[in-house]
C-alpha cells in the first residue's frame, strides 16, 4: 500500500492507495498535476495522462464516501464523496483517511498528487 497526498492551495488531504496492479500503475504515474470538477453531486473528476490497464480487475465496483477510483471506459481518476450504485467499468485505486473524507466536497480545481514522504 503505497500513501499518498492531495494538494491544493488551500489543504492536503491524505489517502493511501491498495495494494492492486492498478493501483501501482497509477501511483507511478505521480506526481501529477490535475483539474479536478464536480460530476453530478457524487465525484470529483479529472482525466488521466493514459487509461490504466484495468483489464484483471472486477467488471464492477460500488464506491463508498472516501474512495479514488478510475472509471475504465474513459480513463478518468473519480473520487466520491458521496456513496453511489454499483458500476460496471468502475475499478478502487484507494481510499481517503477519515480527516480527509469530510473535506473531499471542497477539493476542486488545480490539485498535486503525489507520493507521501
Same mark, same amino acid.
Given at each position: 500500500m503505497t500513501a499518498i497526498i492531495f494538494i491544493t492551495d488551500a489543504e492536503t488531504l491524505h489517502a493511501t492507495l491498495d495494494d492492486s496492479p492498478y493501483a501501482r500503475e497509477f501511483a507511478a504515474m505521480l506526481p501529477l498535476e490535475m483539474e479536478l470538477s464536480d460530476y453530478h453531486g457524487v465525484e470529483k473528476v479529472a482525466d488521466l495522462p493514459h487509461k490504466l490497464d484495468t483489464s484483471a480487475a472486477p467488471t464492477s465496483y460500488e464506491p463508498a464516501i /472516501? &474512495?479514488?477510483?478510475?472509471?475504465? =471506459?474513459? /480513463?478518468?481518476?473519480?473520487? %466520491?464523496?458521496? =456513496? %453511489? !450504485?454499483? !458500476? *460496471? /467499468?468502475?475499478? *478502487?485505486? /484507494?481510499? %481517503? &483517511?477519515?480527516? !480527509? *473524507?469530510?473535506?473531499?466536497?471542497?477539493l476542486e480545481g488545480r490539485v498535486r498528487i503525489e507520493v507521501a514522504e
Open positions: /472516501g &474512495d479514488i477510483t478510475t472509471y475504465a =471506459p474513459w /480513463g478518468n481518476l473519480a473520487l %466520491f464523496y458521496q =456513496p %453511489f !450504485s454499483n !458500476s *460496471r /467499468g468502475l475499478v *478502487r485505486l /484507494g481510499e %481517503f &483517511d477519515a480527516a !480527509s *473524507r469530510s473535506k473531499l466536497t471542497t
